[in-house]
């Protein structure tokens, strides 16, 4: 069998980990927000629903994008997602979705320091990017919240 090819950039298994669970995280979000908008209901619901299909998109986007990352680091990326929580009225759904956003920025933060302790810049400007738009997801979910 021929010698795996090495990365130029080599992290700790610790940021690999780190990678792996927001893999997961991005995964159970992706769907979370598509079950979301499949069964919203009521007439604020028409509202969220535009709102959630998109965000669903961009996370399935970070989740291709931290997988690419992560196998070019030489790790395989998860097939499980975190568990996901769609709740049953708009306000739980919303609710469990700020505080998702908040788990998200706070492992991405983390991520970012990180990746720049270990000299890996690329996965530190990914997640710089990624971090914009949890932070963005997070003020529409907040401010959706209140008027639920
Ligand atoms: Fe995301
Ligand atoms: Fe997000």
Redesign the pocket.
């Known amino acids: 069998m021929a010698d795996k090819i090495e990365p130029a950039t080599k992290v700790s298994k610790a940021l690999l980990d780190k990678l792996n669970d ?1 893999i997961a ?2 995964m159970q ?2 769907i979370q927000y598509m079950w979301q908008h499949v069964q919203w209901g009521g007439v604020k619901g028409f509202a969220v629903h535009d709102e959630l299909k998109s965000i669903a998109v ?2 399935m ?3 291709e994008a931290i997988a690419e990352r992560l196998f070019y680091l030489g790790a395989i990326p998860t097939t499980k997602p975190t568990p996901i929580f769609v709740g049953t009225t708009l306000k739980e759904m919303i609710s469990q979705n700020v505080k998702d956003e908040e788990n ?1 920025i706070k492992l991405y933060k983390e991520i970012v320091e990180m990746a720049h302790k270990e000299g890996d810049e690329t996965t530190n400007r990914l997640f710089r990017e ?1 971090l914009q ?2 932070e963005d ?1 997070h003020d529409t979910f907040t401010t959706l919240l209140e008027d639920l």
Do not use: F, G, N
């Open positions: 927001a995280r991005e979000v992706a961009e996370e986007k970070h989740a998200a990624i738009q949890e997801h």
